[in-house]
């Protein structure tokens, strides 16, 4: 039987922040448990990055490493764990996307953040930050989104079977299934197919940072699999966009050329999607998928650095 922890040593590593990393906080807001980590001087403006579903916020431990790589952050970094996600409670029922923007309200008066953010979503998280610019114009100095706003508009013809597999799921107290795993390497190997772009140490960077030991030596999920029911409503792009409308500070979009998510919507509905926005910014990284913040964290650090001094050049 090989040694693994032998194993393991010689598994290649990919830079993270190890304070970062080891800055997981725990607070109970509206009663119930919500992770966060929090990382450099609280005198800093505030940067807080939102991770994406079935993430959590160690996600963003490869892009904080290359945000320092040439010099300390002079920012105060929050990272919050979504209900559901990482070391964050679960939610009994069901998950309404509105909940998520009201945690990360919740979270920032909890911490005593009266700062106008700069607020770095990923996907879901990029979408939560869009929305929450637009109806807290006043406590966002700044948006970046990495490879979001690219959910398809619902359909109105949709609605009727929608709503009853809704009501289905709750008449038979159906529960999603907990996935389980063998091992680390099995879901690595899964995160491959999924995730093409990652070259194998990110991959069981990611792995380890996704799942959870169970006691029968197999491993699960740090997500709530209840993420993956099929809710009654669907995503409204026009409201959306009247969100988007009411955003006043700079905005950055970067999007991954080679994205699965290029698929979801067509360019000209991205292109009127960024329009939305009076101050922004567009760039694509044209050889990174769907995680390019892991894919290539210097590229988007390089991105999210210029953006923040340039905010900071204005403040």
Do not use: K
Not at 159 to 169: G, H, I, N, S
Not at 278 to 302: E, K, N
């Amino acid at each position: 039987m090989p040694n693994t922890d032998a194993v393991a040593s010689r598994r290649p590593v990919p830079a993270v922040h190890d304070g970062f990393l080891a800055s997981l906080e725990r607070r109970v807001i509206d009663d119930r448990v919500q992770a966060f980590r929090r990382f450099g001087p609280r005198g800093g403006r505030p940067l807080v990055l939102l991770h994406g579903l079935m993430d959590n916020s160690a996600g963003f431990a490869p892009l904080l490493a290359a945000l320092e790589a040439d010099a300390p952050l002079e920012h105060d970094v929050i990272a919050p764990d979504w209900r559901g996600h990482g070391d964050s409670d679960a939610t009994p029922g069901a998950y309404w996307f509105p909940n998520y923007l009201a945690d990360l309200e919740a979270l920032l008066d909890t911490l005593g953040v009266t700062e106008p953010a700069v607020l770095v979503g990923h996907s879901m998280g990029g979408q939560v930050a869009s929305l929450y610019a637009g109806a807290r114009p006043d406590r966002v100095a700044g948006l970046v989104t990495l490879d979001s706003l690219n959910v398809p508009d619902s359909d109105a013809a949709d609605a009727p079977a929608r709503y009853r597999d809704w009501l289905d799921t709750l008449a038979h107290g159906a529960a999603a299934a907990e996935r389980v795993y063998d091992s680390i390497d099995a879901f690595a190997g899964r995160l491959a197919r999924r995730y093409p772009e990652l070259d194998a140490a990110t991959r069981y960077y990611l792995a380890e940072s996704w799942l959870r030991p169970i006691a029968d030596g197999r491993w699960q999920l740090r997500a709530d699999p209840a993420h993956r029911r099929r809710m009654p409503y669907g995503f409204r792009a026009d409201e959306a966009a009247a969100l988007w409308r009411e955003v006043r500070c700079p905005v950055l979009c970067i999007d991954g050329g080679r994205s699965p998510a290029t698929s979801f919507v067509s360019a000209e509905t991205l292109a009127a999607r960024r329009a939305c926005f009076a101050r922004i910014g567009h760039r694509t990284l044209a050889g990174c998928g769907h995680m390019l913040h892991l894919q290539d964290a210097p590229a988007v650090a390089a991105e999210l650095r210029s953006f923040v001094r340039r905010l900071d050049a204005d403040r």
